[in-house]
């Protein structure tokens, strides 16, 4: 197969992890899937690997181990679309998803408190996706 890069969505019917909450589970279920591709050698270290989306931020603490250095990029609205919503992340992120779309929220105009959280929540997704 002839591709420059191979992406996968943050949601999918593949994705079956059973947890009460369907964040955590699509979440959970593409790291599970990934990991069993690896495992099972149907991932091409050679080709790239990107992440399209972010169910929640705590998923991408699983891909900072070097079985995962095939995974080159992610794109993820979710920093944005809660900051507009004025929810900071934690830690580890958070265990909701605001289910809203960022080319709904293209016109708005941020407030100081808006444009602070989208700051402290694309800070916070560096520190989980990198460590520290």
Same mark, same amino acid.
Request: glycine residues 4%.
């Given at each position: 197969m002839n =591709?420059?890069?191979? *992406?996968? %969505?943050? &949601? $999918? %019917?593949?994705?079956?992890?059973?947890? $009460?909450?369907p964040d955590? $589970?699509? *979440?959970?279920? &593409?790291?599970? =899937?990934?990991?069993?591709?690896?495992r099972n050698d149907i991932i091409d270290y050679r080709t790239t690997h990107h992440l399209l989306g972010c169910s929640l931020p705590i998923e991408f603490m699983y891909y900072r181990y070097e079985e995962y250095s095939c995974i080159t990029s992610v794109d993820t609205s979710s920093p944005i679309i809660h900051g507009l919503h004025? =929810?900071?992340?934690?830690?580890?992120?958070?265990?909701?998803?605001?289910?809203?779309?960022? *080319?709904?929220?293209?016109e708005t105009h941020l407030s100081d408190l808006q444009m602070s959280c989208i700051l402290h929540n694309v800070s916070k997704f560096r520190e989980i996706v990198n460590g520290g």
């Open positions: =591709v420059d890069r191979i *992406a996968f %969505p943050f &949601r $999918s %019917p593949t994705y079956q992890f059973n947890h $009460s909450n955590v $589970s699509r *979440a959970m279920g &593409r790291v599970q =899937v990934i990991t069993d591709m690896l004025r =929810v900071m992340f934690e830690n580890t992120g958070l265990l909701d998803k605001c289910d809203v779309k960022l *080319a709904d929220l293209i």
